[in-house]
């Protein structure tokens, strides 16, 4: 799952804008557009979803769930949770 907040900062991360990232995954704009406006997680059909990750993976971005480890080592970012309770 990919929120529409990971879909900025990973586009902010290899420096390229919707219409490039649109192009990469053979989606279209409008598509990017709505995907990248969604509060939470993003809604879309499965095969879009698929050729937005893969089109961030082959640009080099990987994705990191919620209280998943980032294992490769690469720099990231990552919203941290709040403390406290």
Request: net charge positive; glycine share 16%.
């Amino acid at each position: 799952m990919i929120t529409g907040a990971q879909m900025r900062a990973a586009r902010a991360l290899i420096g390229i804008d919707q219409r490039q990232l649109a192009e990469l995954s053979g989606l279209s704009l409008p598509t990017i557009q709505r995907m990248e406006a969604s509060d939470g997680v993003v809604r879309g059909n499965v095969d879009s979803l698929m050729k937005l990750v893969g089109a961030l993976d082959a640009a080099g971005i990987e994705l990191i769930g919620e209280q998943a480890a980032s294992m490769s080592g690469g720099r990231g970012v990552r919203i941290k949770t709040p403390s406290g309770g």
